[in-house]
């Protein structure tokens, strides 16, 4: 229950890294955000796209929060379970949708998984032009096995990408992902950003999914951006 759920609302709210105290808008925007599950510099990133006190732009009949443009989130070249790497610009032609996570979590990684295996059942021939991709924040537990396994229980189509710790550093900077271990006893359980992106066939960056939006509604968005390449 540590991804970001516990978060208080006031000075943490929106993680802003910018100087002076944040506007009432921001906060409200902020807030909003930390409720749907993500912090840190997204939520500014994203505050500077959308703008404060909105809660993004929503166009083309998307119902996700429309990021088209944003200079985040490129490309990644991460580990398959195979011991394989894999880039973003290898997905060319299907639609993808990506979130960073980590086997042990227990909420929010398990929901945004069987939410994306709802979301290929309803697209169903569709489905074929959509790669779902889970990035785990926890490499040091995530095993290669693990996550082949883990993603598998969702949906054998799922792909689990790993880096080592410096390439997962650089993959979440680029995706403007937080994470961060937070220590559990003699262990330690990981607070992470709980948004979906979106890109379309042609590998851009389209969608930020809100980690509260439901499969009718990721699905719907996903068939958009499909037909945009019909
Ligand atoms: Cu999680």
């Known amino acids: 229950m540590l991804d970001e759920h516990d978060d208080p609302p006031g000075p943490r709210a929106?993680?802003?890294?910018?100087?002076?105290?944040?506007?009432?808008?921001?906060?409200?925007?902020?807030?909003a955000l930390i409720a749907a599950g993500t912090a840190g510099a997204?939520?500014?990133a994203l505050g500077a796209l959308a703008g404060c006190g909105r809660e993004g732009t929503r166009t083309a009949g998307f119902r996700s929060m429309d990021i088209t443009g944003a200079e985040f989130g490129r490309d990644f070249a991460l580990v398959d379970p195979d011991g394989r790497t894999r880039t973003l610009a290898e997905f060319r032609g299907r639609a993808v949708l990506l979130f960073f996570g980590f086997t042990q979590c227990p909420d929010v990684c398990p929901t945004t998984l069987a939410r994306a295996s709802e979301v290929m059942q309803r697209l169903g021939a569709d489905a074929d032009r959509v790669q779902v991709i889970f990035i785990t924040v926890d490499p040091e537990r995530d095993t290669p096995e693990l996550l082949r396994e883990y993603t598998k229980t969702f949906d054998p189509r799922f792909l689990g990408l790993?880096?080592?710790?410096?390439?997962?550093?650089?993959?979440?900077?680029?995706?403007?992902?937080?994470?961060?271990?937070?220590?559990?006893?003699?262990?330690?359980?990981?607070?992470?950003?709980?948004?979906?992106?979106?890109?379309?066939?042609?590998?851009?960056?389209?969608?930020?999914v809100a980690h509260g939006a439901d499969a009718e509604q990721v699905a719907a968005d996903l068939k958009l951006l499909l037909a945009e390449a019909s």
Do not use: W
């Not at 929106?14 to 807030?31: D, E, I």
């Not at 006893?185 to 851009?204: N, P, V």
């Open 42 to 44: 997204l939520v500014a």
């Open 162 to 208: 790993r880096g080592d710790l410096a390439a997962t550093e650089a993959t979440a900077r680029e995706f403007k992902v937080f994470y961060r271990k937070v220590p559990t006893g003699s262990t330690y359980t990981m607070d992470h950003t709980a948004l979906s992106f979106a890109y379309d066939t042609a590998g851009r960056l389209r969608l930020a």
């Open 14 to 31: 929106g993680r802003s890294r910018r100087g002076g105290a944040p506007s009432p808008a921001r906060r409200r925007f902020g807030r």
